[in-house]
C-alpha cells in the first residue's frame, strides 16, 4: 500500500554503521516520494554519516540517553508534523517516536510477544525482525515493500565539496595518483578486535609491496592511543589520518585507495560502498546478518552471505577468524558474553592466512 505523503520521517537512531546501511531504503523513499520532505532522526555524533545525502532533507539527532528536557525538545519538534513515520527499529522508543511524529506509521516490529503486540497494533504495516538469516539492508528494504515502492540497494556515502581539499591539505603524498592502500585498525567494541601482532606484520607485507600505507580511526583516546602504540611496526611513510577527516573525507579517500583491510566497523561499510576491493574481518558477528554489502548487488530476500567461512561477494572479501570449538559465529560479543572481552576466533586469525587470501582474490596487490 503506497502511502501518500508530503513530510515523511526515518528514524534510525542506532550507531554509524547501521545508519548507513538506512540508506538504500531512503534512496528507494526519495525515488517514490520525489517532492516530498523527508527527515532522518539518528543520534547526537552519528549524522556525520549521512553528510550531503541528497535524499535527506534533515537530519534530527537525539541523544542515546536523553534528559527529559530532550525528549521534551524533541517531542515538540517532531509531534503530528508527519504524514508518514518509518522505524527501521524495534524498540520501544522509536515505534513510540513514529507514533508520536504521524498518523500513518509502518516499522520493523520484534517476533510476536504479547509484550509486543502493541507494535503491530498501532502502525499500519509492519514486518517481522529477523537476526539470523537477513541481510540488514535487505531487512530495511521490506519497508520499502510494505509501501509498495521500487527497491533500490545503493549505500549512499557522505559527500562535501570539499572533501578533496581537505584531503590535499591534510595528506602528505600526492593521493590521487601514488598508490595506497588504507588500513582501519580499531573497531569500536573489544570483541572485534584483531591481534596487534597481526596487524603489524600484515602492514610489513603491504609495505615490502611498495605501497603507502594510510591509516584511519576516530578521534577517540582509546584509538589514538592504540594507533600510537603500533606506529613503531608500521612501514616508513606510513600515513595516521586517525580524529582528522569526516566521513565524507574517509569517502572519498577510499575512493583512491586501490585495497582497504579493516575489522567490522562502520569504515568497513563504508569502503564496500565505494566499490573498491574490500577485505572484511569478521569474528563473532553472524556475516549474514552484518557484512558489508557489496557495491551494485541486488538481494531481494536473505543476503549476499552464508553463515561461515572465507567469501568473495562483488568487491567483497570477508575473511572469517576460526575457533577449535567450531563456534563461529557465535553472534555473541566476545567468549566472555561482553564488549570488552576477546574473541579467540579473532585473535587465532594469522596475518598469513589473510595474505595468502590477499594473493589469491587480489593478485594486482
Known amino acids: 500500500m503506497k502511502i501518500a505523503a508530503n513530510r515523511i520521517l526515518v528514524i534510525a537512531t542506532r550507531q554509524i554503521g547501521d545508519v548507513l546501511l538506512v540508506t538504500p531504503l531512503l534512496h528507494s523513499i526519495r525515488r517514490a516520494y520525489p517532492d516530498a520532505c523527508i527527515d532522518v532522526l539518528v543520534f547526537e555524533n552519528k549524522a556525520d554519516i549521512l553528510s550531503g545525502n541528497p535524499d535527506i532533507n534533515t537530519t534530527i539527532t537525539i541523544a542515546e540517553r536523553p534528559s527529559s528536557e530532550q525528549y521534551k525538545a524533541l517531542l515538540s519538534h517532531i509531534f ?16 513510540f517516536y513514529a507514533f508520536l511524529a504521524a498518523k500513518k506509521r509502518i516499522s520493523v516490529v520484534p517476533a510476536d510477544r504479547w509484550q509486543d503486540k502493541w507494535k503491530r497494533f498501532i502502525n499500519q504495516a509492519w514486518c517481522e525482525f529477523d537476526d539470523d538469516n537477513t541481510h540488514t539492508v535487505t531487512q530495511n528494504l521490506q519497508l520499502a515493500k510494505l509501501l509498495e515502492i521500487p527497491l533500490h540497494y545503493k549505500v549512499q556515502l557522505p559527500q562535501h ?13 600526492a593521493w590521487q595518483q601514488e598508490k595506497f592502500i588504507v588500513l582501519h585498525l ?30 584511519t580511526g576516530g578521534n577517540g583516546h582509546t584509538e589514538l592511543s592504540y594507533i600510537e602504540t603500533l606506529k613503531p611496526c608500521m612501514p616508513v611513510g606510513t ?6 577527516l569526516h566521513f565524507s573525507e574517509v569517502a572519498r579517500l577510499l575512493q583512491s585507495a586501490s585495497l582497504y583491510i579493516g575489522p567490522d566497523t562502520a569504515v568497513t561499510h563504508l ?7 574490500t577485505v572484511a574481518l569478521f569474528g563473532p558477528t553472524n556475516p549474514i546478518k552484518w557484512a558489508p554489502y557489496p557495491k551494485a548487488y541486488t538481494c531481494e530476500l536473505g543476503s549476499p552471505y552464508q553463515r561461515k567461512g572465507m567469501q568473495k561477494k562483488g568487491n567483497i572479501l570477508l575473511i572469517q577468524g576460526e575457533d577449535e570449538r567450531q563456534c563461529v559465529p557465535c553472534h555473541e560479543e566476545g567468549c566472555d558474553r561482553h564488549r570488552q572481552s576477546n574473541s579467540r576466533c579473532l585473535q587465532n586469525l594469522s596475518a598469513n592466512t589473510v595474505i595468502t587470501a590477499i594473493q589469491q582474490h587480489y593478485p594486482h596487490i
Open 186 to 215: 580499531l573497531p569500536m567494541w573489544f570483541y572485534k578486535r584483531w591481534s596487534t601482532k597481526a596487524w603489524c606484520q600484515l602492514a610489513s607485507y603491504l609495505g615490502q609491496k611498495n605501497y603507502k600505507i594510510v591509516l
Open 80 to 95: 503530528r508534523r508527519y504524514d508518514l513515520a518509518i522505524s527501521t527499529l524495534t524498540g520501544d522508543r522509536p515505534i
Open 271 to 277: 569502503a564496500a560502498a565505494t566499490g573498491i576491493p
Open 239 to 244: 600515513v595516521n589520518t586517525a580524529g582528522q
Open 161 to 173: 565539496p570539499d572533501s578533496i581539499k581537505r584531503l590535499n591539505d591534510c595528506l602528505p603524498f
